[in-house]
């Protein structure tokens, strides 16, 4: 059958149709790319602004890939799948990445971000409300070296949080809410040298829960609530050269707690409660050179207690309950403290004036540091007022009532004037009102300290410990520790090594005195009243 030309000539029609509406939507899909691949490309993270953004960054440099540094605020709450993270590509180079957080807007990390930023070094959230931080929230991340979380609300840690990250070296979660630190939070951390984790919430710290971090240098838990720390609370940190413990719960430090940390140089627990330090405390820390036990409890000190730290040339004992401090307290440092560069604060403890605070004399005389002769020059000790050796000195008790009596008029008035002329007493007061006693009022004085006071329900004589004669200092009966005590440090130490029992001397004023003196006659006279009785 022969077919039509007509038909022929319509097919042909349709083909050529067909072709060109073929060609022409493959154009309009190519133009479609073009188009979304150039808008993509113009959302620069480094330019983005109006009121519609949710995140406006100021960077180093806003060309195209580019920027090595951008600080941006979060103006706003964020989706995790919100487009604008992909924003990021537009500076896939940057090294330091800085949120700051308005109104807590941020609840997570974004870390599928973090993964993408190839030579991110640096990363901070500020003031952002990431109440848990998630597990694996920063594992992988092998370019990172400094994470700064500080002041976001963090609560808890999950385990695996840090995990992997082999050149991370700074961890800043200060400022948070952290309540506890568990176990398998930090691994795999081999560059990690400072962590810091100060001002959280922290009452617990688990047994082993840094045991990771061997390579750590800087430990910070200042201003929590730990209450107790044992020898498992700083497993593994065998590296760790500062510890900072400061302003805490803890009450007693037990044998050997830092004995994983024989590289510790420094190690901070003033403003604690602390009241018992075991005799082995110490033990392991040959390389410690400050130690701070500043404001805290201590009433008393175990003889050589510092024996396992004979390196210390830095100790402050400033704000205790210290009644004395024994030349055994001090022993195995003691000739650290000769040198220039050493320090040994002991003011505010309530030291009682006898003889076993005549190792100081000695101190005083040979150390070379001037500052801490000069301190040691204002060292004030209690005397007891009655004390048959030293008789009070009349001119500081009236100095002492008369202040008394500026201080609390009426008290003195209720007191002294009972069934008395109340004419007397008024014109008293005008007297007192009217002219100047000449004596400094001790609110307007900082430095002021009552020259009588009572301690342990016995008045005491404020006395400076160097206006005192050596010679004259009251022992009390001596016991086994006191006895320990007489082993001194010379005035000539080079020549008489510390431990020469029975052979050192102090010089006070233009002779030689023996401080153990006195503690020798009192045992001879005991020995006699017991052999003639």
């Known amino acids: 059958m022969k077919q039509s030309p007509w038909i022929s000539l319509i097919f042909q029609a349709l083909l050529v149709i067909s072709l060109l509406s073929s060609g022409l939507s493959a154009s309009t899909r190519s133009r479609g790319k073009k188009k979304v691949a150039k808008e993509t490309k113009e959302m620069n993270i480094c330019e983005m602004q109006g009121q519609e953004v949710a995140i406006f960054c100021y960077c180093n440099s806003n060309a195209i890939r580019n920027a090595s540094e951008a600080k941006c605020l979060v103006l706003k709450s964020i989706n995790l799948n919100d487009p604008t993270w992909n924003y990021f590509s537009s500076q896939i180079y940057l090294q330091e990445l800085t949120f700051n957080v308005q109104t807590n807007s941020l609840e997570y990390i974004p870390t599928q971000l973090l993964r993408q930023l190839k030579n991110l070094q640096k990363i901070a959230f500020q003031y952002a409300k990431i109440d848990m931080l998630a597990e694996y929230a920063f594992s992988n991340l092998s370019t990172i070296t400094e994470i700064n979380l500080n002041s976001s609300s963090v609560s808890a840690l999950k385990m695996h949080a840090f995990e992997n990250m082999r050149n991370l070296s700074i961890i800043n979660l200060n400022d948070n809410k952290i309540a506890e630190i568990n176990r398998e939070t930090f691994i795999n951390l081999p560059s990690m040298k400072s962590l810091f984790l100060c001002r959280n919430n922290i009452s617990t710290l688990h047994d082993r829960a840094f045991m990771h971090l061997t390579s750590l240098e800087e430990l910070e838990l200042s201003e929590n609530q730990i209450k107790v720390i044992t020898i498992d609370s700083f497993h593994g940190l065998r590296s760790l050269q500062r510890l900072d413990l400061r302003n805490n719960l803890i009450d007693m430090i037990g044998d050997r707690t830092f004995v994983e940390m024989s590289m510790l140089r420094e190690l901070k627990l003033d403003s604690n409660r602390i009241v018992y330090i075991s005799k082995k405390a110490l033990d392991g820390l040959r390389n410690l050179r400050k130690l701070g036990l500043s404001d805290n409890k201590l009433t008393n000190l175990e003889p050589d207690f510092l024996a396992g730290a004979p390196g210390v040339y830095f100790l402050d004992l400033r704000d205790n309950r210290l009644k004395t401090i024994t030349f055994d307290n001090i022993k195995p440092i003691a000739t650290n403290l000769y040198n220039s560069s050493s320090h040994f604060f002991v003011t505010g403890n309530e030291l009682i004036c006898d003889c076993k605070l005549a190792w100081i004399w000695g101190l005083r005389n040979e150390t070379k540091n001037t500052n801490l002769r000069d301190a040691l020059e204002k060292l004030t000790c209690f005397l007891e007022s009655n004390n048959a050796s030293q008789k009070i000195n009349n001119v500081d008790l009236e100095r002492n009532e008369a202040l008394d009596i500026a201080q609390n008029p009426k008290e003195y008035l209720a007191e002294n004037f009972r069934g008395g002329n109340i004419g007397d007493a008024g014109a ?106």
């Open 428 to 533: 008293y007061l005008n007297d007192e009102n009217e002219g100047d006693d000449g004596y400094e009022d001790s609110s307007s004085n900082s430095d002021f300290q009552p020259k009588v006071q009572v301690i342990e329900g016995k008045s005491m004589q404020v006395k400076n410990l160097f206006e005192l004669k050596i010679e004259e200092l009251p022992c009390p009966k001596p016991t086994r520790e006191d006895l320990m005590a007489s082993e001194q440090p010379s005035s000539r130490h080079e020549n008489a090594p510390v431990g020469s029992s029975g052979s050192i001397w102090f010089s006070s004023a233009s002779r030689p005195i023996h401080p153990e003196l006195p503690v020798l006659v009192y045992s001879l006279v005991l020995l006699l009243s017991v052999l003639f009785t």
